[in-house]
């Protein structure tokens, strides 16, 4: 059964940049895509971006000057960059397999962005 | 949100209920690739319905999903306790970009 976990900091500054990894278990990450969604407290769902095993990415327009998605299929993880950050990216961080089909997710991390 | 949901809907135990997600031509509309989510408070989202209408192994065949024109639908049949969650749709948004609906509170009487 396929498993994601993310981990990273659960409070970060204002202005500075946001690091998550998603670590895939019982399961290969090659062949895949992989997604981010975050959720703020009480919201919607809203996509952050994904990327293809072999390194190639796409990112939500709304987003893309501040996200950078990267894998390391050695480790069997992927990671998310979001920089200068504000008040308005604290929410529920979730990795996911996938892109408009997302079977498997990860539990999701909070990420407080707060001084 | 890029696509439009109704905030809640509601029905009472055995009965059915029909949620609502209207895109344009660019999303819903242009594309099979609808899908939708449960999620449950604390919890992360679960793949109910994918491809418009296929449902994951695992997943009871009374959630049905359905697309006409830019708007598709979930419809719960013989409604449950356990089916009182909120629900996501999302759709290819064209670009290679993913779009979700605001979400829809279920309640069940």
């Known amino acids: 059964q396929v498993q994601l976990q993310e981990s990273g900091p659960g409070l970060v500054k204002p202005s500075e940049t946001l690091s998550l990894t998603c670590t895939v278990s019982?399961?290969?990450?090659?062949?895949?895509?992989w997604s981010w969604i975050r959720q703020p407290p009480g919201k919607g769902l809203e996509w952050i971006g994904y990327?293809?095993?072999?390194?190639?990415?796409n990112y939500n327009p709304s987003l893309k000057s501040r996200v950078t998605i990267s894998v390391d299929t050695s480790k069997n993880q992927f990671s998310l960059k979001l920089t200068s950050v504000t008040a308005a990216d604290t929410a529920v961080y979730y990795c996911?397999?996938?892109?408009?089909?997302?079977?498997?997710w990860g539990q999701g991390t909070l990420v407080t962005v707060s001084s | 949100s890029a696509l439009t949901q109704p905030p809640s809907a509601s029905g009472s135990p055995g009965q059915s209920v029909t949620i609502s997600c209207t895109g344009t031509?660019?999303?819903?509309?242009?594309?099979?690739?609808v899908s939708w989510y449960q999620q449950h408070p604390g919890k992360a989202p679960k793949l109910m319905i994918y491809?418009?209408?296929k449902r994951p192994s695992g997943v009871p065949d009374r959630f049905s999903g359905s697309k006409s024109g830019n708007t598709a639908s979930l419809t719960v049949s013989g409604l449950q306790a356990d089916d009182e969650a909120d629900y996501y749709c999302?759709?290819?948004?064209?670009?290679?970009?993913?779009?979700f609906g605001g979400g829809t509170k279920l309640t069940v009487l």
């Open positions: 996911a397999r996938g892109v408009g089909t997302l079977g498997y």
């Open positions: 019982g399961g290969s990450i090659n062949n895949y895509y």
């Open positions: 990327i293809y095993y072999r390194g190639s990415t």
């Open positions: 031509s660019s999303d819903v509309g242009g594309y099979n690739f």
């Open positions: 491809e418009v209408s």
């Open positions: 999302s759709s290819n948004a064209g670009s290679n970009n993913l779009a």
